[in-house]
């Protein structure tokens, strides 16, 4: 009976890959909130369509990220 004593296998990897998530979760939140900031000021600036397209499209792949990883 001595397995029974011992923690299951993989439970002390998963806090680590928690924390990893909650890091890479908090560093796309941040870029996406300064994509949207510079867009935001671009409105009350102005700004070509070039310029808005490529932030959009940032956004969009920070967005996508973000569900890959599991943070919405």
């Known amino acids: 009976v001595p397995n029974a004593q011992r923690p299951p296998k993989g439970n002390s990897t998963s806090k ?25 000021q671009a409105h009350r600036k102005g700004y070509t369509q070039e310029q808005m397209d490529k932030w959009n499209q940032e956004v969009k792949n920070l967005e996508s990220k973000k569900q890959q990883s599991g943070c919405f």
């Open 16 to 40: 680590p890959a928690a924390l990893s998530t909650a890091r890479e979760c908090n560093s796309l939140s941040s870029k996406l909130g300064s994509v949207l900031d510079k867009m935001d």
